[in-house]
């Protein structure tokens, strides 16, 4: 476990404070249930903005307050426990991330006080298919137009700002499009996390380069990797607390299912795996903030290892609660419906695991 400052202990423990107080999972089922086209509670991301936390990683300067990827990764930990919805992860972490890697002076004076405030959402537009794959690239950029088809756009129904990968004169790079430019369509997904991700099809639209290429799409890409995997290891936590305690509290042929060996080995098996994949994912985070060379292989190994335990852990909740884990009443079946959204984000575990070897020369 990472070893905390006493402001990165404070943040923490003010989200853990609010998401237990203001988002529990029931807020998270009121969503759901709702239908809202956006997918998350706009009251509610107000309230995450005015204390900061879409300007955690964005210099003072303009508008944030500089505490880097570790103390953003703490938040999204908490926020993964009780699964609130939010476009912290799109836009406070991915898009700020382009703009602060790769923008002007005047790209980011215009939009990462905008991303700071919550005023602005921005998200990342990268893959053109079913699976994740940030090479295949068939988006143009032309005359300062682009035109293409993106899918899987985290928080595509709330964007102001898409951050849109494209081939240029000079390769692939990523292009700033405004939400309301009459080029940009929306379709509405309807996953099974009930977020509010899109398809977005981009005909002709304004864009302005970010500088960097191929190099600041990897570079935007794993950061968005190790926020998803924060917010994947609050959640595989909270999976597994709940679990441990029904096991301590559930009585079957006259004794607390707990005591059966069969289930202890199984619940020693969830815990060290998420020991694991803790180290794995802070250790991530960690080389991000101090620019390590390392970097995309600890953010892949953590990814993989971080896939692997959630998938575990969400299946294991729904088995050990038996039936009550497999009806909608139980809060089981959103653990295990976010675990696998969360899997596919920004690359699954053999994307990742083959992009692991590649790095290590296998």
């Known amino acids: 476990m990472a070893v905390l400052t006493e402001e990165q202990s404070m943040l923490k423990d003010a989200a853990k404070s609010w998401v237990q107080e203001k988002s529990p999972?029931?807020?998270?089922?009121?969503?759901?249930?709702?239908g809202v086209e956006?997918?998350?509670?706009?009251?509610?991301?107000?309230?995450?903005?005015?204390?900061?936390?879409?300007?955690?990683?964005?210099?003072?300067?303009?508008?944030?307050?500089?505490?880097?990827?570790?103390?953003?990764?703490?938040?999204?930990?908490?926020?993964?426990?009780?699964?609130?919805?939010?476009?912290?992860?799109?836009?406070?972490?991915?898009?700020?991330?382009?703009?602060?890697?790769?923008?002007?002076?005047?790209?980011?004076?215009?939009w990462l006080p905008k991303i700071a405030d919550g005023t602005a959402v921005a998200t990342l537009a990268v893959d053109e298919g079913p699976h994740h794959n940030p090479e295949k690239v068939e988006t143009k950029f032309d005359g300062?137009?682009?035109?293409?088809?993106?899918?899987?756009?985290?928080?595509?129904?709330?964007?102001?700002?898409?951050v849109v990968s494209a081939k240029g004169a000079n390769g692939?790079?990523?292009?700033?499009?405004k939400g309301d430019d009459a080029g940009v369509k929306r379709t509405r997904l309807h996953l099974a996390d009930s977020r509010?991700?899109?398809?977005?099809?981009?005909?002709?639209?304004?864009?302005?380069?970010?500088?960097g290429g191929a190099e600041l799409v990897e570079k935007v890409l794993d950061r968005a990797r190790a926020g998803v995997c924060a917010e994947m290891l609050g959640a595989a936590v909270q999976a597994f607390e709940t679990t441990l305690e029904y096991l301590k509290t559930r009585v079957q042929f006259g004794q607390v299912i707990g005591s059966f060996q069969a289930l202890q080995h199984r619940a020693a098996k969830m815990f060290t795996d998420l020991e694991l994949s803790r180290s794995a994912v802070e250790a991530a985070l960690t080389a991000i903030d101090n620019d390590a060379p390392d970097t995309a292989e600890l953010v892949s190994l953590a990814k993989a290892k971080m896939g692997d335990t959630f998938h575990?852990?969400?299946?294991?909740?729904?088995?050990?609660?038996?039936?009550?884990?497999?009806t909608d009443a139980h809060d089981a079946g959103f653990y295990l419906k976010r675990a696998r959204a969360c899997e596919a984000a920004f690359g699954n575990q053999a994307f990742h695991r083959d992009r692991y070897a590649r790095i290590q020369g296998y």
């Open 312 to 326: 575990l852990v969400s299946n294991e909740m729904v088995q050990m609660h038996g039936g009550i884990g497999m």
């Open 144 to 162: 300062g137009k682009i035109t293409g088809k993106k899918t899987f756009v985290l928080e595509g129904m709330a964007a102001n700002l898409f």
């Open 196 to 211: 509010g991700a899109a398809n977005v099809e981009f005909a002709g639209a304004a864009a302005e380069p970010l500088n």
């Open 25 to 34: 999972v029931t807020a998270f089922r009121k969503v759901r249930d709702s």
């Open 38 to 110: 956006l997918g998350y509670d706009a009251a509610a991301w107000n309230e995450m903005a005015e204390m900061g936390w879409a300007g955690v990683i964005i210099p003072e300067e303009f508008g944030g307050s500089n505490f880097g990827y570790l103390s953003l990764g703490l938040i999204l930990e908490e926020l993964g426990r009780t699964l609130t919805a939010s476009p912290l992860l799109a836009s406070g972490l991915a898009g700020a991330s382009a703009l602060i890697l790769g923008g002007s002076d005047a790209q980011k004076s215009e």
């Open 172 to 177: 692939v790079g990523l292009y700033l499009v």
